[in-house]
Nanobody, 119 residues
Framework: QGQLVESGGGLVQAGGSLRLSCAAS????????FGWHRQAPGKERELVAS???????NYGDSVKGRFTIAADNAKNTVYLQMNSLKPEDTAVYYC?????????????WGQGTQVTVSS
């Protein structure tokens, strides 16, 4: 039924950069919106970025101008390029695929990858 596998998380210093990858299998890019959410301890899950098959992107206010989402259809992979990282970006980042014709609760999620930004 499909699978999303994340990679690229780790520990970086404030001001640094990191690129997350989300490899999709059994999930068609044309039928889904792909993106990233994040959740820090004690905080609500937050939309980071999303991208449609047509290339339309959307970003959370806290990451606009710093993060970029991109998709490589040939590799069935979605990326999140994170620049100018701040300590408040520390969170578990989850990749998702949301079917266009189904309610949001049918979205698929990756296992999450930890991003820690030190001061």
């Amino acid at each position: 039924q499909g699978q999303l596998v994340e990679s690229g998380g780790g520990l970086v210093q404030a001001g640094g950069s990191l690129r997350l990858s989300c490899a999709a299998s059994g999930i068609t890019f044309s039928d889904n919106v792909f993106g990233w959410h994040r959740q820090a301890p004690g905080k609500e899950r937050e939309l980071v970025a999303s991208i449609t098959n047509g290339g339309s992107t959307n970003y959370g206010d806290s990451v606009k101008g710093r993060f970029t989402i991109a998709a490589d259809n040939a590799k069935n992979t979605v990326y999140l390029q994170m620049n100018s990282l701040k300590p408040e970006d520390t969170a578990v980042y989850y990749c998702y695929a949301a079917p266009l014709v189904l309610p949001r609760r049918y979205a698929r999620w990756g296992q999450g990858t930890q991003v820690t930004v030190s001061s």
